[in-house]
């Protein structure tokens, strides 16, 4: 029978020089594609499952795979591995399949032993918005952060103190039930106690059985100059308390800007439009713009095109990463007067007269364009 076994290497898929990382990794895989919670029904894949779990747990074992590199097959007879499937194999496999979800549940997760382990508390997240005055100069403010805290009163057991707790009665204070699933033995928290292996009798008053009470907490938060929406500042330890002595998890504080009704930032340049009308644009002209660093004048050139921009160097956004600033671009927006007094009528129609074809474009004009079309 041992003829038709496969070669365990060729199982795994992997050369006969891969250590133990190498293994681990092929295993992995395809214990994830052949698992039976994903095939279900599927018989070849439970036999592709046991076998890649049957080669791993001789390769994975220095002495046994020292015999197979020698023996084959044979030289595991005796070592009491090639017997036939050990399906309690897989409860070690844990390291390799326990964090994936759902996974740790299947195979025990860690959880043997039939105590809650020690678990890290959850990321909380903190959305917080900021000028954009305050992002340029950074800032500290206060935060009231609501996180479930462990109940003072029962110190986490949900319980009152005396009598409140009595052993669970489904697993029998062994926190944990096996039970048999397709081929496996299957040991699984126990659901009822959730793998204390007590059961609360007479909840806490404080947090009604829930372990937990919800609390606000103050915290203060530096901003440094130069965050944008997005960027995310790390409170280490500030999140969710951990379970059974487990750290508690981290508190992210996640920037948004609110819209400038001026400056609009693109990456650390900061952008705004300043209108000018046309005798500004054709002669040149300075205009006041009040910037985060104070008045600035802004030189707007002679013969200035609408959408041409002025840039001021370092009046932009600080780096958040590295040193220096950002730029401003001033765009200006040449504005036609919406409605001509007499005078200014007749001046116009002066220039008209003067150099009629002075300003034509270079390129075809989109009036010219449009005749073509109609002509
Ligand atoms: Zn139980
Ligand atoms: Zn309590």
Redesign the pocket.
Known sequence: MNATKRDYYEVLGVGRDTDDAGLKSAYRKLALKYHPDRNPDNHEAEEKFKEAAEAYSVLSDPQKRAAYDRYGHQGLQGLGASQGFDPSAFTDFSDILGDLFGFGDLFGGGRRGGRARAQRGEDLRYDLEITLEDAIRGLSVEIQVPRMDV?S??R???AEQNDGLVSCPMCHGRGEVIYQQSFLQIRRTCGQCGGRGQIVRRP?T??R???Q?RTERKLKVTIPPGVDTGTHLKLAQEGQTGHSGGPAGDLYVVIKLKEHPIFERHGDDLHCTVPINVAQAALGAEVNLLTFDGLETVKIPESAQAGASVRLKNLGMPRLQGSGRGDMFVHIDVRVPAKLTREQRKLFEQLRETRPAENEPHEKGLIDKVKDYFM
Do not use: A, D, F, L
Request: charged residues 25%; glycine residues 24%; proline residues 0%.
């Open positions: 109940c009163r029962c986490g057991t949900g806490c404080q947090c059985g829930e372990r009470v």
